[in-house]
């Protein structure tokens, strides 16, 4: 199975929103309502900050919000902050039963 | 909250078996999935597998050959097996729960680091 597609980076100012895409095919994103997003700072586990597409958990800020549209899903963070300045993963579930991770995208706060 | 450790040892030597432990504490590992999942140092997350409450496991169709998850609940932790490794497979392994039914891996292992060396 192929990684889901992100963009390698993204970069925004405090205050103003960025999204960040990942792009798979009709056998996963395309094809399932599992789409969920991780944050990840350096040396520490990811975060789940999304699931289900647009689902936050209990605890995540309602600057974070999730989409999708055909074969790409989509992350929007608003009102950057420099507490966002990470690494984000997205994840699909695949029709063969198993997980993909995105190839991953450095967020970083000007 | 659950929370869950991994161990094991953090040296393999190319050619042998990965072995490693998740054990979970603040929750049942009969509910839910439990998975693994590997970071090579500076590259980004790649899925392992998981095994389900039922016993039942899905692997990552690039290690399906190597790989086994198998859990025990009377101690409460599961396990991970990756046979005949080489230098590829050093990584950061974490090990996370898995909501059933959902996309959601919503409690993660600290990680810890194995590589494979001589």
């Known amino acids: 199975q192929s990684a889901l597609t992100q963009p390698a980076s993204v970069s925004g100012s405090p205050g103003q929103s960025i999204t960040i895409s990942c792009t798979g095919t009709?056998?996963?994103?395309?094809?399932?309502?599992?789409v969920s997003w991780y944050l990840q700072h350096p040396g520490k586990a990811p975060k789940l900050m999304i699931y289900?597409?647009?689902n936050r958990p209990s605890g995540v800020s309602n600057r974070f919000s999730g989409s999708k549209s055909g074969n790409t899903a989509s992350l929007t963070i608003s009102g950057l902050q420099a507490e966002d300045e990470a690494d984000y993963y997205c994840?699909?579930?695949?029709?063969?039963?198993?997980?993909?991770f995105g190839t991953g995208t450095k967020v970083t706060v000007l | 909250q659950v929370q869950l450790q991994e161990s094991g040892p953090g040296l393999v030597k190319p050619s042998e078996t990965l072995s490693l432990t998740c054990t979970v504490s603040?929750?049942?590992?009969?509910?839910?999935?439990w998975s693994w999942i590997r970071q090579p140092p500076g590259k980004g997350l790649e899925w392992v597998g998981y095994?389900?409450?039922?016993?039942?496991?899905s692997y990552n169709p690039s290690l399906k050959s190597r790989v086994t998850i198998s859990k025990d609940t009377s101690r409460n932790h599961f396990s991970l097996k990756l046979t005949s490794v080489t230098a590829a497979d050093t990584a950061v392994y974490f090990c996370?729960?898995?909501?059933?039914?959902?996309?959601?891996?919503?409690?993660w292992g600290q990680g810890t680091l194995v590589t494979v060396s001589s």
């Open positions: 996370a729960s898995w909501i059933t039914g959902t996309s959601a891996a919503l409690d």
């Open positions: 095994i389900s409450e039922t016993g039942g496991t």
């Open positions: 289900d597409v647009s």
């Open positions: 009709s056998s996963d994103i395309g094809g399932y309502n599992y």
């Open positions: 994840s699909s579930y695949t029709s063969s039963g198993t997980y993909v």
């Open positions: 603040g929750g049942s590992i009969s509910i839910n999935h």
